[in-house]
């Protein structure tokens, strides 16, 4: 039996290193593979039903609250640290400079070594958004669709991939929620990048927080994002994410 799955919040700590130049050429800070070095993996538990008594010939108005865990969306959440380094492509180092408090991007992809950083772009979500949902499993009416979570309207700050320069707002963008709910431009935003060369390759991506912020559960946090996953109906397959890191 699948216990953790869907939109349950994995802490994961993120240990990176970012090669921005070899002896065979220079580069320009290419997103790189990250390490995932801890995990917890969380989900919410079903409220406990609450009781009325009835008596025959009453007739009672009530008004009912309840929830569902999403059957489309994954959550992660947690810190990154690491270094930029100059080195060959051994990995052999020159110097090295630690990051206190990092900021760039972390991405999260079904690519595990494909992806075309050079041919980035915004995800369509207006053209787009329906192909994916479809891909998902994702009825047009659902509240959660990828639509009614990123918007157009939304804005995020300036940020790049691979040299690739994204100006503020370029993006659809979603915020994800601090302790006291959605938080609004300029923290926890995350926005949908796709290689150009496969439109359904998307790529989530989590403009990282410089020096950490208090995320949805009161504690500090270098990034939080979600990812797309089908659990509709009778679908229990888990989906491979791959993790890439970019520090500036």
């Not at 100006?167 to 915020?175: H, K, L, M, V, W």
């Not at 300029?186 to 359904?200: A, G, P, Y």
Request: include cysteine; glycine fraction near 10%; aromatic fraction near 12%.
């Amino acid at each position: 039996m699948r216990t953790v799955k869907k939109l349950v919040p994995l802490f994961v700590a993120i240990v990176l290193i970012v090669i921005i130049c070899s002896l065979n050429g220079v580069f320009a800070g290419l997103p790189t593979g990250a390490d995932i070095t801890f995990n917890v993996t969380t989900r919410a538990d079903p409220d406990t039903a609450e009781n009325h008594d009835a008596n025959a010939g009453n007739v009672t108005y009530m008004t009912l609250y309840g929830y569902s865990v999403t059957q489309s969306w994954q959550g992660y959440y947690g810190n990154v640290s690491g270094t930029i380094m100059l080195a060959d492509q051994n990995d052999a180092v020159l110097y090295n400079w630690s990051l206190v408090d990092p900021e760039g991007e972390v991405y999260a992809s079904e690519n595990g070594t494909g992806i075309d950083w050079g041919n980035i772009a915004c995800f369509d979500l207006a053209n787009d958004h329906q192909d994916l949902e479809t891909w998902f499993n994702i009825s047009t009416d659902d509240v959660d669709g990828v639509n009614e979570t990123f918007s157009d309207d939304n804005t995020h700050e300036r940020f790049y991939t691979a040299g690739t320069e994204f100006t503020p707002g370029q993006c659809a963008t979603a915020y994800l929620f601090n302790n006291t709910g959605a938080s609004g431009a300029n923290t926890w935003e995350e926005v949908i990048l796709t290689d150009q060369s496969d439109t359904v390759q998307t790529i989530f991506t989590s403009l990282i927080e410089e020096g950490g912020a208090v995320g949805f559960d009161g504690n500090n946090y270098d990034f939080q994002m979600i990812v797309l996953e089908d659990g509709h109906g009778t679908d229990t397959d888990y989906r491979d994410y791959y993790f890439y890191v970019e520090l500036e």
